[in-house]
């Protein structure tokens, strides 16, 4: 008898991911996958140390 209940529960599931997949397609969600993997990695800037006047730098004391 459970058979009643979920069959019809998963068939309704999968109707809502579809639709939900088929409003992502439609909104743009998908059209620049690559983008979004590179804008997460920083340019490479190597760090600069904080020098004294004189030239020295803070950790050469």
Known sequence: MSFLLLI???LGLGLLGL???FWALRNGQFDDPDGAA???IPPHH???MEGKPDG???TDT
Request: proline share 13%; with cysteine.
């Open 8 to 10: 019809p529960l998963s």
């Open 19 to 21: 639709c939900a997949f």
């Open 38 to 40: 590179w804008r997460i």
């Open 46 to 48: 190597p760090l600069e």
């Open 56 to 58: 020295r730098l803070a």
